[in-house]
């Protein structure tokens, strides 16, 4: 099956400026955080970015690496509107598409499926088309039974992506990956919707211990879909990834809190274990 097990550094690596980049995860909940923070660190910019929005999109848009932002919301969960995301609509650096969840999500399936769009209910009557002039509607070429009506839905385009990020609490060397979480998100269809997929997570197992503790169901992400596999544990942080770790609160409030040019400097000017350590000497300095 091969070995497809790399760096951070290395995936990002194999990202290029201008790159539609599709990130798993929602708002504040499982983020690839390592390998954003990765991204961080290259020269890469001029992004399309593709998320159900968190401290992924915040991040990238205060570094001014976000082109065109296409998403249904952008939030910390406890924290309803991410500030980086805000400060940057505020401003007028960022282009953005936003969209109904559910067109989001039919988005991700046309382009996992190989369609040019796919047909949707969500946004028909609501100010999405008027914000979205380029959207279009499609109709039925196939009567109600019931009223003989031919209904107009939204024609969805397909949200393909050149890469795609996302992080899980288990994978095995050829990419298989696992959640063991509540939720699955959309991970899978980032990763299906993608010329490119690299899975981050908790920990790298053997592909038999996948389904020693959780059942066939909960393997999320097939590894024909993946081009690598870099073990970050804590990699989601301060996002949450249940049951690994839960969401590092305090520090996302520090995040939400602090102006942005400081937070780099301090927690991402290194690399990954330098972010770790930065982390608990803060948390150090809070007990």
């Known amino acids: 099956m091969g070995d497809k097990t790399m760096t951070?550094?290395?995936?990002?690596?194999?990202l290029e400026s201008g790159t539609t980049l599709g990130i798993g995860g929602w708002g504040s909940r499982r983020k690839p955080m390592a390998l954003v923070r990765a991204l961080l660190r290259s020269t890469i910019t001029d992004l399309t970015v593709v998320s159900y929005g968190g401290p992924d999109v915040g991040?990238?848009?205060a570094a001014g690496r976000i082109r065109k932002l296409v998403a249904p919301f952008a939030t910390l969960d406890s924290i309803?509107?991410?500030p980086h995301f805000r400060a940057a609509r505020e401003s007028g650096s960022l282009e953005l598409m936003e969209i109904d969840e559910a067109m989001f999500m039919?988005?991700?399936r046309a382009a996992a499926n190989r369609?040019?769009?796919l047909p949707v209910r969500a946004g028909i009557g609501?100010?999405?088309m008027r914000v979205n002039p380029?959207?279009?509607t499609v109709t039925s070429p196939y009567e109600d039974e019931s009223t003989?009506?031919?209904e107009t839905f939204v024609a969805m385009p397909a949200l393909r992506l050149d890469a795609a990020l996302v992080h899980v609490n288990r994978a095995d060397r050829a990419g298989n990956g696992q959640y063991l979480g509540p939720d699955p998100y959309f991970d899978d269809l980032f990763c299906e919707a993608a010329r490119t997929a690299y899975v981050s997570c908790e920990r790298i197992v053997d592909t038999a211990e996948l389904t020693k503790a959780a059942p066939p169901q909960t393997l999320l992400i097939k590894r024909l879909n993946v081009n690598g596999v870099v073990e970050a544990p804590g990699g989601a942080h301060f996002t949450s990834c249940v049951p690994d770790h839960d969401r590092d609160e305090s520090f996302q409030r520090l995040y939400a809190s602090m102006p942005w040019p400081e937070f780099a400097e301090r927690f991402l000017a290194g690399d990954e274990q330098a972010y770790r350590t930065a982390v608990e000497a803060w948390h150090e300095e809070q007990s």
């Open 106 to 108: 039919w988005g991700l």
């Open 59 to 61: 991040m990238l848009a």
């Open 8 to 14: 951070a550094d290395e995936a990002v690596s194999r």
């Open 80 to 82: 309803p509107l991410e």
């Open 134 to 136: 380029g959207l279009r």
């Open 148 to 150: 003989g009506v031919r």
């Open 115 to 117: 369609l040019p769009f």
């Open 126 to 128: 609501s100010d999405v």
